[in-house]
């Protein structure tokens, strides 16, 4: 057994119980990040801000009463998933930009992916099958 596997099941074993990340540890870890770029223009608050981000994500990730993280999450995820729904079709979508065009359904505003350069199409909602024509 090699060192870092002894190391990986250490480290294992010593998380047991533990909550580990979590979105709303992830997310405490991003906005320690940008206070900490913040902090580089030298403002005052954004290093308090950024150290205060990363005790509590790291706080998160090794607390020991599970449930009540679990719950904390439930309830950021219930606040905050549209939005984070959003922007993980906008990245989605930024990715396939080049081979496909996106189109909303007029019926359902359902989002269609269409191969680009395909000339008019019929398109066919997948959700309400309503039909529609556009130029990909």
Known sequence: MSF???MQNALANWMQGRNGPDNLGF???VAAIV?????LFRLPLASFLSMLCYVYAL???LSRNVAKRQEENRQFMDKTGHAQTEIRQFFLRLRGIKTYKYFR???C???VRVPKGKGKLKI???KCQT???KKS
């Open 4 to 6: 870092f596997s002894k």
């Open 27 to 29: 997310t405490a870890l």
């Open 35 to 39: 206070f900490s770029l913040l902090s």
């Open 59 to 61: 706080w998160r990730m």
């Open 105 to 107: 359904c007029p019926q």
């Open 109 to 111: 505003h359902q989002t």
């Open 124 to 126: 066919r909602c997948p």
């Open 131 to 133: 039909q529609f024509e």
